[in-house]
């Protein structure tokens, strides 16, 4: 399809034929798994089948390539990630696809970084799973919220959650028995 663009010659603006675009976008997909097993909710496999099929659902996308890391997101020092940079740098794809944010990152500096990266390469950032569209301030925020949140869950993971949240009630005591509760004193100054 042809986009017509204008252009101001003296005072009139006139439109003008484009080159036709592409209709073909080609996608590469990234698929990482994590060392840490208890946290692994995707193998390698079950990512890429979702992502190709998230491709073939869409109109004019083809894959053309595939980067897999077996390695934490807490850097960006993966030689998956650094192949599917270098593609971008070279030209060779339009889409980078991911099943969700944490799978490209987790830490919230690197995600914005990388995707500010392949922005200025003409390179769109797509996760199958999570709709932003980071062409508008809102979809901006939307991906920095989701980076924010990823990143959390790795450091809950990595550190181990605070005693307080793992900690169960006594039998019988029901779900009230592990709620917070102000004492009486606490109540009294309060004013309640």
Known sequence: MARRTTTRT???????RAEPESATRRGAVYTRRSTDEEHQP???????????SYIASQPGWIKTATFTDNASAKD???????????????????????????????RQRDLV??????????????????????????GRAMLQM??????????????????AWNATPPPG???AASAPTATTSTRRRSGW
């Open 10 to 16: 003296g005072t009139a603006l006139r439109a003008v």
């Open 173 to 175: 005591a029901g779900p």
């Open 113 to 138: 970084a990388l995707v500010e990266e392949l922005t200025s390469l003409g390179v769109a950032f797509v996760s199958a799973t999570e709709a932003f569209d980071t062409s508008t301030p809102a």
């Open 146 to 163: 989701l980076g924010t949140f990823a990143e959390f869950e790795r450091e809950m993971s990595s550190t181990g959650s605070s005693p």
């Open 42 to 52: 995707y193998s390698i496999e079950a990512q890429t089948l979702r992502l190709d």
């Open 76 to 106: 960006t020092h993966r030689p998956g990630l650094r192949a599917a940079l270098a593609a971008a740098h070279s030209g060779r794809i339009d889409i980078l696809l991911v099943l969700k944010v944490d799978r490209f990152s987790r």
